[in-house]
């Protein structure tokens, strides 16, 4: 599939997805695969998660409107997903859902050697986003704040 085709491709799936109140986050052509493989990566407008259903019901009209398209001429698999879950925490669920949890904060300190804390999530207010470290609460401005990520595990 050439470039001018995936992007004709891309705008059809988004005209879909608008008018199902999803989004396209992503589109993968794997042409090394027999028969070719087209991901699409979806999301809800609103922010809500994606479900099974959710995948189904944006399947059928992207199948039907990529046939009618003839913009692919052989055989193909739809894969249709959700982005998943993300590393970093950037909604007020994300911090009310992972309270507690182990949290990498990247610093904008211009004035601080200190550009990584690490502790556990305590709060986050519109002001500062507080993390437990070794039993003790730090309150860091928001203004210092650069990135807040899950600690990810090490082995």
């Known amino acids: 599939m050439n470039k001018e085709n995936k992007f004709k491709l891309e705008i059809l799936l988004k005209k879909i997805a608008t008018t199902l109140d999803f989004e396209v ?3 993968n052509i794997k042409t090394n695969h027999n028969p070719i493989v ?3 990566v979806i999301k809800k407008t609103n922010g809500e998660d994606i479900s099974l259903d959710d995948c189904a019901l944006f399947n ?3 199948s039907n409107e990529i046939e009618k ?3 692919l001429n052989c055989s193909y698999v739809l894969e249709i997903s959700s982005q998943g879950v993300s590393d ?3 909604s007020d ?3 009310k859902t992972f309270k507690g949890f182990p949290v990498n904060v990247e610093l904008n300190q211009k004035n601080s050697k200190i550009k990584f804390l690490n502790g556990l999530l305590y709060e986050k207010s519109k002001d ?3 993390i437990n470290i070794k039993g003790k609460i730090k309150k860091i401005p928001f203004n210092e704040v650069l990135r807040i990520s899950l600690d990810t595990l090490k082995d």
């Open 93 to 95: 669920r994300d911090f």
């Open 88 to 90: 970093e925490l950037t």
């Open 128 to 130: 500062y986003l507080a």
């Open 60 to 62: 059928a009209p992207a």
């Open 38 to 40: 087209i991901e699409i």
């Open 69 to 71: 398209s003839n913009l």
């Open 25 to 27: 986050c992503g589109l």
